[in-house]
């Protein structure tokens, strides 16, 4: 399931790029603060620019980049390649895009970027972004495209 068009574009991402940033924010900050409100309420005041920083860079930069690099260099022959082949594939390095970008945004925006810690950081992501994408998130937000396609 693909969006069609730049509305279906935008409706897939916000969904996409909203429910990650939600989870993952919300997974490091109680991962570094703890199980706690205080984890759940810096979430919320940082989740409006995470989530644009978030679009903007799966819109304009990871999704072009990951989408050709796909199409012309992993799956050569998309109209005989499996649908799911081919969702799977752009899943996994849209998050292995977004999560290098994103690890590196919120350990800016928290005033603690070092290179140790975004290695850390990056690598903790990437074993819990996986699976959230294509276990909860990409199945919710492809349901929801389908929907939206249905109209």
Known sequence: MMPKNLK??????GIMAGMMVLIMSEFNSMRVNGVNQLAIIRTLIRFPLGLLVAGFFDLVI???????FVFKVVIKDPAHTPALRITLTISLFMVL???????????????????????????????VAIPVQLL????????????????
Do not use: D
């Not at 990871?62 to 050709?68: C, E, N």
């Not at 909860?136 to 109209?151: C, D, E, F, H, T």
């Open 8 to 13: 279906q574009e935008l409706f897939f991402t």
């Open 62 to 68: 990871v999704g072009p980049i990951v989408k050709a």
């Open 97 to 127: 895009g977004m999560i290098t970008i994103m690890t590196a945004y919120g350990l800016i925006v928290v005033g603690q970027f070092s290179w140790p810690r975004y290695g850390i950081g990056w690598l903790i992501n990437m074993l």
């Open 136 to 151: 909860i998130v990409g199945p919710l937000a492809r349901r929801g495209l389908a929907q939206v396609q249905k109209k």
